[in-house]
């Protein structure tokens, strides 16, 4: 079954403990993306991947690291939670550059304290 | 400044009526626009996905239109449905980016 995997579900944590978010999709996706989304602000880019070793900022960079050693993985790390950090976190692949159809995983629901 | 709009952010309806989710955005540049259904405590599901020379998109009872030139893209959704119930969203990439610009959803719930 095609879909992006995403670990942990839920998570509570407290400030300045680094915590790593995975991301795994099965359909050799070029295209990876993080985005938090939180009420009244919407789906918000993190960071984005265009390949293997290639990554880029997206609107709401500060505060979270990537990589891309893999083609199908995309963690998104958090080297020292704060608490505005406290979002629900999508992982999404596609396709080419991205201009294609967008799978999302089920989300990772993260509170920082 | 490039911006996605869905208005309203409610909207409830009585089972069986036809309905229209608008998204307008500030700048007729775009590559192509997508529209997602998100379900309480899903992920999002892309319904359409309309390319920037394309007018519209179809798929069972959802019809997407495209109008760049008034900034506007509608979802149509024929004969309402219990399980339509959920919020829609629609996102642009404008041409020359490499991200998608979304809307902040319209929450839908069908009344059976």
């Known amino acids: 079954e095609a879909q992006v995997t995403q670990n942990p579900r839920y998570l509570i944590t407290v400030t300045g403990k680094k915590l790593t978010v995975t991301c795994s999709q099965n359909?050799?996706?070029?295209?990876m993306s993080w985005y938090r989304q939180d009420p009244g602000l919407g789906l918000r880019q993190i960071y984005y991947?265009?390949?293997?070793?290639?990554?880029d900022k997206g609107d709401v960079p500060e505060g979270y690291k990537v990589s891309r050693k893999e083609k199908r993985n995309f963690p998104l790390i958090l080297e020292s939670p704060s608490p505005n950090q406290t979002s629900l976190y999508f992982c999404?692949?596609?396709f080419g550059t991205g201009g294609g159809e967008l799978f999302f995983g089920e989300g990772s629901r993260l509170t920082v304290l | 400044k490039q911006e996605v709009t869905q208005i309203p952010a409610a909207l409830s309806v009585p089972e069986g009526e036809n309905l229209v989710l608008n998204c307008s955005f500030t700048d007729s540049a775009i590559y192509n626009l997508q529209w997602f259904r998100q379900d309480p405590g899903k992920g999002l599901t892309s319904l359409l996905l309309?390319?920037?020379?394309?007018r519209e998109q179809t798929s069972g009872r959802l019809n997407a239109s495209l109008d760049k030139s008034s900034g506007r893209s509608t979802l149509y959704i024929a004969a309402s449905q219990p399980g339509d119930s959920a919020t829609y969203l629609c996102?642009?990439?404008?041409?020359?980016?490499?991200?998608?610009?979304f809307g902040t959803g319209t929450r839908l719930t069908v009344i059976p």
């Open positions: 359909m050799n996706h070029e295209y």
């Open positions: 309309i390319q920037s020379s394309q």
């Open positions: 999404a692949s596609s």
């Open positions: 991947s265009m390949n293997v070793e290639v990554t």
């Open positions: 996102a642009v990439r404008w041409t020359g980016a490499n991200n998608l610009f």
